[in-house]
Antibody, heavy 122, light 107 residues
Protein backbone atom coordinates (compact mmCIF):
# COMPACT_ATOMS: atom_id res chain seq x y z
CA UNK A 1 0.00 0.00 0.00
CA UNK A 2 1.46 3.31 -1.11
CA UNK A 3 1.84 5.97 1.56
CA UNK A 4 2.98 9.56 1.21
CA UNK A 5 4.52 11.09 4.32
CA UNK A 6 5.31 14.77 4.31
CA UNK A 7 7.11 17.10 6.67
CA UNK A 8 8.47 20.62 6.94
CA UNK A 9 8.30 23.84 8.89
CA UNK A 10 4.80 24.94 9.82
CA UNK A 11 5.42 28.56 10.87
CA UNK A 12 7.21 31.09 8.72
CA UNK A 13 7.75 34.84 8.71
CA UNK A 14 7.01 36.97 5.66
CA UNK A 15 9.79 36.85 3.03
CA UNK A 16 11.09 33.47 4.27
CA UNK A 17 11.26 30.31 2.15
CA UNK A 18 8.78 27.48 2.63
CA UNK A 19 10.41 24.07 2.40
CA UNK A 20 8.50 20.77 2.42
CA UNK A 21 9.47 17.16 1.64
CA UNK A 22 7.34 14.14 0.79
CA UNK A 23 8.55 10.54 1.02
CA UNK A 24 6.85 7.79 -0.95
CA UNK A 25 6.62 4.47 0.88
CA UNK A 26 5.52 1.10 -0.44
CA UNK A 27 5.33 1.85 -4.14
CA UNK A 28 7.21 2.71 -7.27
CA UNK A 29 8.49 6.25 -7.67
CA UNK A 30 8.69 5.89 -11.42
CA UNK A 31 5.74 5.99 -13.76
CA UNK A 32 3.90 8.76 -11.94
CA UNK A 33 3.81 12.50 -11.53
CA UNK A 34 4.31 13.83 -8.02
CA UNK A 35 2.50 17.04 -7.15
CA UNK A 36 2.21 19.70 -4.53
CA UNK A 37 -1.29 21.06 -3.88
CA UNK A 38 -2.39 23.57 -1.29
CA UNK A 39 -5.73 24.39 0.29
CA UNK A 40 -6.78 27.61 1.94
CA UNK A 41 -10.18 28.96 2.98
CA UNK A 42 -9.81 31.86 0.58
CA UNK A 43 -8.57 30.13 -2.56
CA UNK A 44 -9.72 26.54 -2.08
CA UNK A 45 -7.62 23.76 -3.59
CA UNK A 46 -4.77 25.07 -5.74
CA UNK A 47 -2.40 22.85 -7.73
CA UNK A 48 1.16 24.18 -7.48
CA UNK A 49 3.59 22.06 -9.47
CA UNK A 50 4.53 18.48 -10.31
CA UNK A 51 7.55 16.42 -11.28
CA UNK A 52 8.05 12.90 -12.61
CA UNK A 53 10.82 10.42 -11.98
CA UNK A 54 12.85 11.68 -14.94
CA UNK A 55 12.66 15.29 -13.78
CA UNK A 56 9.98 16.60 -16.14
CA UNK A 57 8.16 19.48 -14.45
CA UNK A 58 4.73 21.04 -15.00
CA UNK A 59 3.94 24.30 -13.21
CA UNK A 60 1.12 26.63 -12.27
CA UNK A 61 2.04 29.97 -13.88
CA UNK A 62 0.58 31.86 -10.92
CA UNK A 63 3.34 30.52 -8.65
CA UNK A 64 6.04 29.40 -11.05
CA UNK A 65 8.41 32.32 -10.39
CA UNK A 66 8.61 31.46 -6.68
CA UNK A 67 8.45 27.65 -6.78
CA UNK A 68 11.13 25.00 -7.11
CA UNK A 69 10.32 21.30 -7.10
CA UNK A 70 13.01 18.64 -6.90
CA UNK A 71 13.31 14.92 -6.40
CA UNK A 72 15.69 12.44 -4.84
CA UNK A 73 14.97 9.09 -6.46
CA UNK A 74 17.44 7.28 -4.21
CA UNK A 75 15.27 8.19 -1.21
CA UNK A 76 11.88 8.16 -3.00
CA UNK A 77 11.45 11.80 -1.99
CA UNK A 78 10.36 14.98 -3.67
CA UNK A 79 10.48 18.48 -2.28
CA UNK A 80 8.92 21.92 -2.64
CA UNK A 81 10.50 25.30 -2.05
CA UNK A 82 8.38 28.46 -2.20
CA UNK A 83 10.30 31.71 -1.82
CA UNK A 84 9.27 35.11 -0.48
CA UNK A 85 6.20 33.86 1.34
CA UNK A 86 3.42 36.19 2.45
CA UNK A 87 0.25 35.71 4.47
CA UNK A 88 -1.46 34.71 1.21
CA UNK A 89 0.65 31.52 1.21
CA UNK A 90 -0.89 30.37 4.48
CA UNK A 91 -2.55 27.04 3.68
CA UNK A 92 -2.54 23.31 4.19
CA UNK A 93 0.01 21.86 1.79
CA UNK A 94 -0.43 18.36 0.40
CA UNK A 95 1.79 16.12 -1.70
CA UNK A 96 -0.06 13.84 -4.11
CA UNK A 97 0.43 11.26 -6.84
CA UNK A 98 -1.01 11.32 -10.37
CA UNK A 99 -0.84 8.67 -13.07
CA UNK A 100 0.09 10.30 -16.39
CA UNK A 101 -2.59 10.64 -19.04
CA UNK A 102 -2.55 7.84 -21.61
CA UNK A 103 -4.44 7.18 -24.82
CA UNK A 104 -7.53 6.08 -22.90
CA UNK A 105 -7.78 8.48 -19.98
CA UNK A 106 -6.47 11.17 -17.71
CA UNK A 107 -6.47 10.34 -14.03
CA UNK A 108 -6.90 12.25 -10.83
CA UNK A 109 -4.72 12.37 -7.74
CA UNK A 110 -5.09 8.92 -6.23
CA UNK A 111 -2.70 9.10 -3.29
CA UNK A 112 -2.22 12.05 -0.92
CA UNK A 113 0.00 12.93 1.98
CA UNK A 114 -1.46 13.80 5.35
CA UNK A 115 -1.16 17.55 4.80
CA UNK A 116 0.87 20.16 6.67
CA UNK A 117 -0.57 23.45 7.89
CA UNK A 118 1.82 26.24 6.99
CA UNK A 119 1.21 29.63 8.59
CA UNK A 120 2.95 32.81 7.50
CA UNK A 121 2.88 35.44 10.20
CA UNK A 122 5.19 38.10 11.56
CA UNK B 1 -7.00 28.82 -16.59
CA UNK B 2 -10.15 26.71 -16.70
CA UNK B 3 -12.55 27.92 -14.00
CA UNK B 4 -14.60 25.27 -12.22
CA UNK B 5 -17.87 26.03 -10.47
CA UNK B 6 -20.08 23.75 -8.40
CA UNK B 7 -23.68 23.78 -7.30
CA UNK B 8 -25.13 23.71 -4.82
CA UNK B 9 -22.54 24.99 -2.35
CA UNK B 10 -24.17 22.87 0.32
CA UNK B 11 -26.92 20.29 0.57
CA UNK B 12 -28.63 18.59 3.49
CA UNK B 13 -30.29 15.24 2.84
CA UNK B 14 -31.56 12.19 4.68
CA UNK B 15 -30.03 8.73 4.77
CA UNK B 16 -31.16 6.86 1.67
CA UNK B 17 -31.75 9.99 -0.40
CA UNK B 18 -30.33 10.49 -3.86
CA UNK B 19 -27.93 13.43 -3.98
CA UNK B 20 -26.69 15.11 -7.14
CA UNK B 21 -23.86 17.65 -7.35
CA UNK B 22 -23.13 19.63 -10.48
CA UNK B 23 -19.76 20.86 -11.73
CA UNK B 24 -19.40 23.29 -14.63
CA UNK B 25 -16.21 24.27 -16.46
CA UNK B 26 -15.48 27.56 -18.20
CA UNK B 27 -14.34 25.62 -21.26
CA UNK B 28 -14.30 22.06 -22.55
CA UNK B 29 -11.36 19.79 -21.67
CA UNK B 30 -12.06 16.35 -23.16
CA UNK B 31 -14.10 15.08 -20.19
CA UNK B 32 -11.10 14.27 -18.02
CA UNK B 33 -12.84 15.24 -14.82
CA UNK B 34 -12.21 13.86 -11.34
CA UNK B 35 -14.33 13.96 -8.19
CA UNK B 36 -13.00 13.90 -4.64
CA UNK B 37 -14.45 13.47 -1.17
CA UNK B 38 -12.85 15.31 1.73
CA UNK B 39 -13.67 14.90 5.41
CA UNK B 40 -12.57 17.44 8.04
CA UNK B 41 -8.86 17.32 8.79
CA UNK B 42 -8.19 14.75 6.06
CA UNK B 43 -6.77 14.82 2.56
CA UNK B 44 -9.14 14.55 -0.41
CA UNK B 45 -9.95 11.04 -1.58
CA UNK B 46 -10.34 10.24 -5.29
CA UNK B 47 -13.82 8.88 -6.08
CA UNK B 48 -14.24 9.21 -9.84
CA UNK B 49 -11.86 9.87 -12.74
CA UNK B 50 -12.48 10.42 -16.45
CA UNK B 51 -15.92 11.77 -15.52
CA UNK B 52 -17.49 8.35 -14.91
CA UNK B 53 -14.85 5.77 -13.96
CA UNK B 54 -15.10 4.57 -10.37
CA UNK B 55 -11.80 4.54 -8.50
CA UNK B 56 -10.91 1.14 -7.03
CA UNK B 57 -12.44 0.57 -3.62
CA UNK B 58 -15.07 3.30 -3.90
CA UNK B 59 -18.66 2.17 -3.19
CA UNK B 60 -20.88 1.75 -6.23
CA UNK B 61 -23.45 4.21 -4.87
CA UNK B 62 -21.12 6.90 -6.21
CA UNK B 63 -21.36 7.60 -9.93
CA UNK B 64 -20.30 10.32 -12.31
CA UNK B 65 -21.57 11.51 -15.65
CA UNK B 66 -21.38 14.39 -18.05
CA UNK B 67 -19.42 15.74 -20.95
CA UNK B 68 -18.27 18.99 -22.48
CA UNK B 69 -18.51 21.53 -19.70
CA UNK B 70 -21.23 20.03 -17.47
CA UNK B 71 -20.70 17.12 -15.11
CA UNK B 72 -22.52 15.52 -12.21
CA UNK B 73 -21.66 13.39 -9.21
CA UNK B 74 -24.52 11.28 -7.88
CA UNK B 75 -24.78 9.46 -4.59
CA UNK B 76 -27.61 7.02 -5.21
CA UNK B 77 -28.43 6.26 -1.57
CA UNK B 78 -26.84 8.61 0.93
CA UNK B 79 -25.10 6.96 3.89
CA UNK B 80 -24.01 8.58 7.18
CA UNK B 81 -20.35 8.20 6.23
CA UNK B 82 -20.92 10.26 3.08
CA UNK B 83 -21.09 13.46 5.11
CA UNK B 84 -18.17 15.40 3.60
CA UNK B 85 -17.20 18.08 1.10
CA UNK B 86 -16.99 17.07 -2.55
CA UNK B 87 -14.72 18.69 -5.13
CA UNK B 88 -14.43 18.38 -8.89
CA UNK B 89 -11.13 18.84 -10.75
CA UNK B 90 -10.25 19.10 -14.41
CA UNK B 91 -7.35 16.70 -14.99
CA UNK B 92 -6.26 17.51 -18.52
CA UNK B 93 -5.24 21.13 -19.02
CA UNK B 94 -2.44 22.82 -17.09
CA UNK B 95 -2.80 24.30 -14.58
CA UNK B 96 -5.11 21.71 -13.06
CA UNK B 97 -8.00 23.45 -11.32
CA UNK B 98 -10.55 22.46 -8.71
CA UNK B 99 -14.11 23.46 -8.00
CA UNK B 100 -14.93 25.33 -4.75
CA UNK B 101 -16.62 22.34 -3.16
CA UNK B 102 -20.08 21.16 -2.15
CA UNK B 103 -20.72 20.31 1.48
CA UNK B 104 -23.07 17.37 2.04
CA UNK B 105 -24.71 17.08 5.45
CA UNK B 106 -26.96 14.38 6.83
CA UNK B 107 -30.32 15.56 8.18
Amino acid sequence: QVQLQQWGAGLLKPSETLSLTCTVYGGSFSGYYWSWIRQSPGKGLEWIEEINHSGSVNSNPSLKSRVTISLDTSRNQFSLKLTSVTAADTAVYYCARRKPCDVTSCYGFDQWGQGIMVTVSS
Amino acid sequence: DIQMTQSPSSVSASVGDRVTITCRASQSFNNWLAWYQQKPGKAPKLLIYAASSLQSGVPSRFSGSGSGTDFTLTISSLQPEDSATYFCQQANIFPFTFGPGTKVDIK
